[in-house]
């Protein structure tokens, strides 16, 4: 299976900061990356595939990067909706494992 | 619009078994493979496996241990996940997610609240 470490786990910023959330790969993906936002209480929301395709909708405040084995999410601009947790996947692999997440807090 | 919707919440004693259905509607169902993720209390998604709509074809994680089956029903557009023997470590929500092998998962449903106890 291949494992994915997200960096930090935890992460406290002010609405407007720029952030950044890490992803690292036990084996190379390619562009073969998800992330996704979770907020308390709700389902998980797709935010970006393939490392860097913004899914439709998504505000353009949010951004990745990356290739093989390590990716980066950035919000730029925090607004007070995006204090959630995010997870990174890696998919077309055949178990999509998920990140440990990363929270996002005030 | 494209939805999925899971059935209600479950409770359960140690050692049973629960199905949870997934229908889904608003696009072509074949297409796409439908994946299930669990998420405990408190903590982290759990890819548990997926089915391929049009072959019936799954893919269960190797973690439970062959105590899963998810089916696909064509006619109606609904997939069902088995999980048997049951413990306090499977109460979780457990949600369907549109996406499989080559896809993201674009499309959840609500999520279904299964409690062991």
């Known amino acids: 299976d291949i494992r994915m470490t997200q960096s930090p786990s935890t992460l406290s910023a002010f609405v407007g900061d720029r952030v950044t959330i890490t992803c690292r790969a036990s084996?190379?993906?390619?562009?073969?990356l998800a992330w996704y936002q979770q907020r308390p209480g709700k389902a998980p929301k797709l935010l970006i595939y393939k490392a860097s395709t913004l899914q439709s909708g998504v505000p353009s405040r949010f951004s990745g990067s990356g290739s093989e084995k390590e990716f980066t999410l950035t919000i730029d601009g925090l607004q007070p909706d995006d204090f959630a947790t995010y997870y990174c996947?890696?998919?077309?692999?055949?178990?999509?494992?998920f990140g440990q997440g990363t929270k996002l807090e005030i | 619009q494209v939805q999925l919707v899971q059935s209600g919440a479950e409770v359960k004693k140690p050692g049973a078994s629960v199905r949870v259905s997934c229908k889904a509607s608003g696009y072509t169902f074949t297409m796409y493979s439908i994946s299930w993720v669990r998420q405990a209390p408190g903590q982290g998604l759990e890819w548990m496996g997926r089915i391929s709509a049009d072959t019936g074809q799954t893919i269960p994680a190797q973690s439970l241990h062959g105590r899963v089956t998810m089916t696909a029903d064509t006619s109606t557009t609904t997939v069902f996940l088995d999980l048997r023997s049951l413990t306090s470590g499977d109460t979780a929500v457990y949600y369907c997610?549109?996406?499989?092998?080559?896809?993201?998962?674009?499309?959840w449903g609500q999520g279904t609240l299964v409690t062991v106890s």
């Open positions: 996947q890696p998919y077309n692999t055949l178990f999509p494992t």
């Open positions: 084996q190379r993906l390619s562009s073969w």
């Open positions: 997610v549109r996406g499989g092998y080559a896809d993201p998962f674009d499309v």
